[in-house]
């Protein structure tokens, strides 16, 4: 009797990038200070269409432009990491990625009880990051409470559910991704990926710095 053999083939996957800065750096604390010292001398910034409330502010695009060590040490992080994430989904050797370019915005968000950023994404870039500088409070009984969601890519889809799809796990998941930002972590992703802040109930601040880049090669 000839034997068939059965394969499963992941297929239409998302990378998702994840990285820690080390613990022994006190660079959160900086940035949290520099941070909320601007604050209090500027205005929030209003870009584009994006859906968010007054308890969140939002800087001017310009963050990784400035001079301060503790920003150009975050910037060296996350630059290093998204050339790496780079390179090895593109199977690129150093020589290629040192061809590769980056073009860049870079902001931070103060956000505080009730805060919320709605369902967007950046499409004039090629990938996206969030860097955590305070996770702020876990709230208890709410969960989700300034929850970082990645939008699935399969919400938009009419596809027929039943019980033989509806549980299904890992990469063929239908359903959103909740990450819950630790101090010093950093998430990268494709910057055409929906996704949103869930509304935050804690009473510290929550700090991040967000960028979208995209690349120039010059062969």
């Given at each position: 009797m000839n034997t068939i053999k059965n394969e499963i083939i992941p297929m239409f996957s998302v990378p998702l990038g994840v990285s820690y800065i080390s613990e022994n750096t006190n660079l959160n604390k900086k940035l949290a200070e520099l941070f909320m010292s601007k604050e209090a001398s500027s205005e929030t910034d209003q870009h584009g269409f994006v859906k968010k409330n007054r308890q969140v502010f939002e800087s001017s695009f310009d963050l990784f432009n400035w001079k301060n060590d503790c920003v150009q040490e975050l910037q060296k992080?996350?630059?290093?990491?998204?050339?790496?994430?780079?390179?090895?989904?593109?199977?690129?050797?150093?020589?290629?990625?040192?061809?590769?370019?980056?073009?860049?915005?870079?902001?931070?968000?103060?956000?505080?009880?009730?805060?919320?950023?709605?369902?967007?994404?950046?499409?004039?870039?090629?990938?996206?990051?969030?860097?955590?500088?305070?996770?702020?409070?876990?709230?208890?009984?709410?969960?989700?409470?300034?929850?970082?969601?990645?939008?699935?890519?399969q919400i938009s889809t009419t596809s027929f559910i039943d019980k033989s799809c509806s549980r299904l796990g890992g990469q063929f998941s239908r359903g959103n991704k909740i990450i819950h930002l630790q101090e010093g972590q950093l998430v990268l992703f494709p910057s055409w990926l929906l996704h949103e802040v869930k509304p935050y109930f804690g009473e510290s601040e929550r700090i991040t710095v967000a960028f979208n880049a995209w690349f120039k090669y010059s062969g």
């Open positions: 992080f996350c630059w290093g990491q998204l050339y790496q994430l780079v390179g090895t989904l593109n199977q690129y050797d150093v020589d290629t990625l040192k061809k590769l370019h980056i073009a860049c915005e870079s902001w931070y968000h103060i956000t505080r009880k009730g805060g919320y950023f709605g369902i967007h994404n950046h499409p004039m870039a090629s990938w996206s990051g969030v860097y955590c500088v305070s996770a702020g409070d876990k709230v208890e009984g709410d969960p989700d409470s300034g929850g970082l969601n990645l939008i699935s890519p």
